[in-house]
């Protein structure tokens, strides 16, 4: 593959659902990469549109690009792509091949996981941490999903005490990850996909994806950025309200729509005493993906606070998500800390959660 292929392919699939021009795809490029040169990259586009990889759709005088996931060759030629960021990424750093030869090692026989990615690896890796995203295959029991996810966890928390960094771990089974790209929220899943080496098995995560778009459904990733210590008041009292916790005297205004999981930790994260007591009231009141809370709470550095309002609720609400989040929790050996047991209980009366 040649490096404006390359180039072309990488930048369109890091923003699936973004509309570019080809003035537009070229300041991207020129942005990732350092240099992008408009007549190389506009006859490229024209090629891949010959061979039926990319479509080139005429809006008005522009043209937009987009992936043609009705080609079959599509997915080969994004795997490519991600063996190449793979390489290129560890040659580059050699002290982490031994880690990532490790994690395929522990993985490798595993016939529940279907394909594992590392999210910002570049960022990440100068932090001394990783993050990585394992997308399950299909399995018919949420209990089969919860003890493949405990099992995971713990594997990956072993390789983090044996290489000395920290790694903070995101499973998801193939219904959980297609709802979150589905929904309309703000999620870490799009953000995590928008800068990604899938490096484990990447036609499989790419045939995925593929099977997602041929449904019809709208794939938006979201640009890397989003922090839950910098969610806006507008947007928190907005959300909170959608959960079922309207502060006494606020105005709640437009603000936009976050996912329940990041509201949770924005909240643990500024850590005034009066939001935190929103919390139990918030979860007791909603669905939420355990998974993905009990990675926001790791990565973010809240899990100890979670585990001591989760164990209060699990004395008086326990459901089978406040009961899975505990055990991933204590298979990541987190030590929870006191929270006020009285405070939570008035605070779920008041909101009519207990």
Known sequence: MDITTFRILDTVSRYLGK??????????????????????????????????????????????????????????????????????????????????????????????????????????????????????????????????????????????????????????????????????????????????????????????????????????MEEVGFRPDGISEVDLAANLARFGYKEFGSRVGQGRRICIEYIVTSLLVQGDPRRVMAVPVVISKNSVNVNVLVFLSQKFGVSEKLLGILRILADVKLTEEVRSAIELLEALDVKETKIDRRSVLEQMRLYNAA
């Open 19 to 220: 509309s570019f021009s080809i003035n537009q795809l070229t300041e991207e490029i020129r942005k990732i990469y350092g240099t992008a040169y408009y007549a190389n990259i506009y006859k490229r586009l024209h090629d891949l549109e010959t061979r039926g990889i990319l479509n080139l759709n005429r809006f008005g005088k522009s043209s937009v690009v987009e992936l043609n996931f009705r080609n079959y060759l599509l997915v080969d030629f994004l795997t490519e792509v991600e063996l190449k960021k793979k390489i290129e990424f560890l040659e580059r750093r050699i002290h982490l091949q031994l880690l990532f030869e490790e994690i395929g090692d522990y993985f490798g026989d595993s016939s529940s996981i279907k394909s594992i990615l590392s999210a910002d690896p570049e960022r990440n890796s100068k932090l001394n941490k990783m993050e990585f995203l394992c997308l399950l295959r299909h399995l018919d029991q949420e209990s089969h999903i919860q003890d493949q996810t405990v099992d995971i966890c713990r594997k990956f928390r072993r390789l983090q005490d044996k290489h000395n960094l920290r790694i903070d771990s995101l499973v998801l089974d193939g219904s959980a990850f297609r709802a979150l790209l589905e929904s309309d929220e703000i999620n870490p899943l799009k953000e995590i996909l928008s800068k990604k080496v899938a490096f484990f098995c990447p036609q499989a995560f790419w045939s995925e994806i593929r099977e997602i778009a041929e449904k019809g459904i709208e794939i938006r």
